[in-house]
């Protein structure tokens, strides 16, 4: 004791370091949270489910500890321009989530600087649902989105879906093959050849005699997955029905989605063709 009471401040503080450093080193350094931009604008049918899917979308951000969110009803932080104050814009986020629809309010500048933060930046593109008739008459938004809407042949209906790619992330929640009351959009401009599909219709189910459809190929994709350019995008046209947007399934989903968009898991988005 005498010892010790002899020891100086600088061998005491010495002693300290060496004692709690190592327990320091083993704690792991904690990721910084992603940044999550969600868009929630329509020009045109207005969508009842937008507000409970934005608000459902920052609440799982929240709980998981994966993001931090910025919800937004207007298209202004999609420029790559400084802008007034502090407001932010593409420069500040990690991914944009799209639950739109009609011709949002964005110039030639702001087009092209959305389109090089996922194609050349590698962000992240989410478009949910009515994110398929958005910017139907700009073609490298859907070259991006990988097709746009061409009706919605069954209206809301007990749609029969097939999970196609249960290796994808969040695809395991669902059971192999399921019925839920949503609108499903039937899409043109898509190719199997650059998207992979992970959701269909079971086209065995369906009234293809309905004038309204339009795919001879009875090919109708309820979600996919594909790499545009660096960047990864996610689409599904589930989401007009507010209340999927309670299920443990459709909120499972999109966590995942979200998560291999923001490159915190990776998963195989290969293009294949339709199964046999």
Known sequence: MARMAGLGLAAWVAMLTAAVGPAHAQAPARAPRKRLLVIGEEKGY?????????????????????????????TEALTKKKLEYNAKNLNDFDAVVFYTGGTLEMDAGQQADFISFVHDDGKGFIGIHSAAITFTAWPAYGEMLGGSFDEHPWGTFAAPVVVEDPAFPGMKTWPSAFTITDEIYQIKDFSRSSTRVLLRL????????????????RDFAVAWARMFGRGRVFYTTLGHVEANWDRPEMQAMIVDAIKWTLKLVDADVTPRPAPR
């Not at 207005?46 to 009803?73: C, F, K, Q, S, Y």
């Not at 009234?207 to 339009?214: E, G, Y």
Request: proline share 2%; glycine share 4%; hydrophobic share 35%.
């Open 46 to 74: 207005r969508h009842e489910a937008v507000t409970h899917a934005m608000v459902t979308i920052e609440r799982l951000g929240r709980e998981t500890g994966l993001w931090d969110t910025v919800l937004r009803t207007d």
């Open 202 to 217: 079971d086209a065995s189910k369906l009234a293809l005699d309905n004038p309204r459809v339009h795919r001879k190929d």
